[in-house]
């Protein structure tokens, strides 16, 4: 990994959050995906070596209490959620490279080595806890089978997070006045042999790691108050039968009442294996494309490769809620397994809805299969989520807004420019229109804007690449308004020729430029101008070169290629 401007001569890998496998996503959930698809687009865009990945979390308690409820295996009633996720995802033009599940062999295969690697290195110990038990239905209650009172603020808390206060992560043992969230019954404790990783041994290289850390600012400052307080080692053991097997056994159960003692059955927490899906997801993207291609242990692996010594330049792409996991646990366990450690953690805000937070019991949100069932188009829904308000800030979603955004900026300022243009051209040039350059200011606008689409990338900001874009676009439609080549037709034919050209060189870059936004439009875009192959293997160099014709003898040229907040 290095620390310089991208594009860099290492190979990339951005990823998202692991969404769970247990219930339908909604525009919250999307505007973290659409966040790390429209970056990992940018980053390709300026010609970094990139793979976009990640997968569905199968794991954990919530998945096991819907399943039970449902009356199914935890494996069947997840695994149905993941093909949903998987069909999903592409129908809002977000493209994995790889899209994988943590419950697959390969990512089994691979927790279990770097566990191992873990107990190898003397990162991990056997400690008696304390863990919830519920004495009527004698069962023991890991994570969010229980809640109580966070020790730490007060608030109302699941067993494993302070969800509604702190946003502390909480281990086995510590949530106060337990209660079963199956039986509702009260919960006591009870001690139990777990397994532990001593995340505190590395306070002090956590702390050098946030300072070198890039991305969102809430990603760095909010680690650091919890390494202050100091740090507590990690259960990474579960009481549970759903989940990835602990690894050669090793740690046996306390007595159950009756006085028999008996091997303990162990699973991994879920937030050791969910991370390790990154590295699994981009190895099954190297088999399936060859390592020529894509190299996942020259990304993920120090000293793995001789021209990355260091590793690949990783970046994360999460929901706010998880910044604990991503920035203390996780590159604690690639510090102690010499993988390389993130360059940076883009932690995206909430989103609301008309003020009020989304609840999926209330059912309310915008949820996104019904936003395609209604006949909307993914890619104003993509600009409008990247674009409205800075990544790290809570956004609120209303229809009246959206509706306001899309059509003054998309349609407004975009599509008017690329309207006008595009159809003067078709009605004045049979051959399109002829000139040696762009004009010295459209040339230099061009080189602006791919500029500032660079400087939005370093600077992981999303919303920057499409002010970038819309920038262009603005100057575009100032241009072709000054210029009034309407009039220079029969004036002075041949500037008349060179604005046109200028516009449709304008076009070609806003094409470039915009498709990690609207991906489906500029490749129509891409096409109606004529240009040879695709608009998504199109990098920055290909908005400096001359347009390779204009879209004169296109029918298509003649249609309106205005996006529009209405129905398709």
Not at 325 to 333: G, L, N
Request: proline residues 5%; contains cysteine.
């Amino acid at each position: 990994m290095s620390h310089d401007d991208f594009p860099t001569d290492d190979p990339a890998v951005v990823t998202c959050g692991l969404p769970y496998a247990n219930g339908d996503l909604h525009i919250g959930h999307l505007r973290t995906y659409v966040g790390g698809d429209v970056f990992a687009r940018a980053l390709e865009r300026l010609g970094q070596e990139t793979a976009f990945v990640s997968g569905s979390d199968m794991h954990g308690t919530p998945v096991a209490v819907n399943a039970e409820q449902e009356g199914v295996s935890p494996e069947a009633f997840a695994l149905e959620w993941h093909e949903r996720y998987a069909e999903t995802f592409p129908e809002f033009n977000v493209e994995f490279d790889n899209y994988g599940h943590t419950h697959d062999e390969t990512n089994t295969e691979l927790t279990q080595q770097l566990v191992r690697d873990l107990d190898a290195g003397g990162h991990l110990y056997e400690k008696e806890i304390m863990v919830a038990y519920d004495p009527v239905d004698d069962q023991f209650l890991p994570d969010r089978y229980v809640e109580g009172t966070c020790p730490y603020c007060g608030a109302h808390a699941r067993g494993d997070e302070c969800d509604e206060g702190c946003q502390r992560h909480l281990e086995p043992g510590e949530v106060e006045d337990p209660v079963s969230t199956i039986s509702g019954n009260p919960a006591e404790y009870r001690e139990r042999t777990h397994k532990f990783f001593e995340v505190s041994a590395f306070a002090d290289y956590l702390s050098g790691f946030l300072d070198r850390l890039e991305g969102t600012s809430n990603a760095r400052n909010q680690p650091r108050e919890w390494i202050e307080q100091g740090l507590q080692d990690w259960c990474i053991t579960r009481d549970m039968d759903w989940g990835i097997d602990y690894p050669g056994g090793g740690a046996t159960a306390s007595p159950r009442e009756g006085g028999e003692t008996a091997e303990q059955d162990l699973v991994l927490y879920v937030w050791v294996d969910a991370p390790i899906e990154y590295i699994s997801s981009t190895k099954q993207y190297t088999e399936r494309v060859g390592a020529e291609t894509f190299d996942w242990e020259a990304a993920w692996k120090e000293g793995a490769s001789d021209e990355h010594p260091e590793g690949g330049e990783i970046v994360h792409v999460i929901g706010r809620d998880i910044i604990q996991h991503h920035t203390i646990f996780w590159p604690a366990m690639l510090e102690a397994t010499a993988h390389a450690e993130p360059r940076a953690v883009m932690a995206s805000g909430f989103v609301t809805l008309d003020g009020k937070g989304f609840s999926t019991s209330r059912d309310r949100a915008v949820w996104a299969d019904e936003y395609l069932e209604e006949g909307f188009h993914p890619d104003p829904l993509r600009y409008y989520l990247a674009t409205n308000g800075g990544f790290q800030q809570d956004v609120d979603f209303s229809w009246e807004k959206f509706a306001e955004r899309v059509n003054t900026e998309l349609v407004g300022t975009v599509g008017n420019f690329l309207y006008r243009s595009l159809l003067f051209a078709h009605r004045n040039y049979e051959a399109g229109p002829q000139a040696d350059a762009p004009s010295d200011a459209v040339a230099e606008r061009i080189e602006e804007a791919i500029d500032d689409v660079a400087a939005a990338v370093n600077d992981y900001s999303v919303r920057a690449l499409g002010d970038a874009v819309t920038g262009l676009a603005r100057f575009g439609n100032e241009y072709i308004q000054r210029n009034e080549p309407w009039n220079l037709v029969d004036e002075d034919p041949a500037e008349a020729e060179q604005v046109i050209y200028d516009c449709v060189a304008l076009a070609k870059a806003i094409a470039v430029l915009f498709e990690p936004l609207a991906p489906e439009k500029t490749e129509r875009l891409w096409t109606q101008l004529g240009e040879p192959g695709s608009v998504h293997d199109a990098t920055v160099e290909a908005a400096r070169e001359a347009p390779a014709a204009t879209c004169a003898s296109r029918p298509s040229c003649s249609s309106r290629s205005k996006t529009s907040a209405s129905r398709r």
